[in-house]
C-alpha cells in the first residue's frame, strides 16, 4: 500500500513540476508524472528488496519519491532539447515527398 501512496504523490509532483518548468510544448501532458511515478517504484522496489528499507521508514519515502522527482525535473530538458530538431528533420523529409 505504502509503494502505491508514493507513487501517486510521485506522479502528482510530476505533474506540478511541468508546469514550472519550460519546453511543456513539446512533450505530453502525462511524460512528467508518468516518469516521476515509474522511477519512485523502481527506487522503491530496489530499496524495499536489496537495502532492506521497510515502508514505515521515512528513508524509503524520502529517497524514492526524491528520485522520482529529479528525473521528472530533468526530462523535460532533454524532451525539449531534442523535439524540435526531429520535428524539422521529419519537415524537410516530408517536403522532399511531396514536391
Known amino acids: 500500500m505504502g509503494l502505491l501512496v ?3 504523490i510521485a506522479a502528482s509532483l510530476g505533474w ?3 508546469y514550472l518548468l519550460p519546453n511543456r510544448e513539446t512533450y505530453g501532458v ?3 508524472a508518468g516518469v ?3 522511477v519512485t517504484g523502481l527506487v ?3 530499496l524495499l528488496f536489496w537495502a532492506d528499507m521497510y515502508s514505515e521508514q521515512a528513508g524509503i519515502w524520502l529517497i524514492s519519491i526524491g528520485a522520482g522527482l529529479v528525473v521528472a ?3 523535460p530538458f532533454v524532451a525539449g532539447a531534442r523535439r524540435p530538431k526531429r ?3 521529419l519537415l524537410e523529409e516530408l517536403m ?3 514536391a
Open 6 to 8: 508514493a507513487m501517486v
Open 87 to 89: 520535428d524539422e528533420r
Open 16 to 18: 506540478i513540476v511541468r
Open 73 to 75: 525535473m530533468i526530462v
Open 44 to 46: 522503491w522496489s530496489g
Open 30 to 32: 502525462a511524460l512528467t
Open 36 to 38: 516521476s511515478a515509474a
Open 96 to 98: 522532399k515527398q511531396s
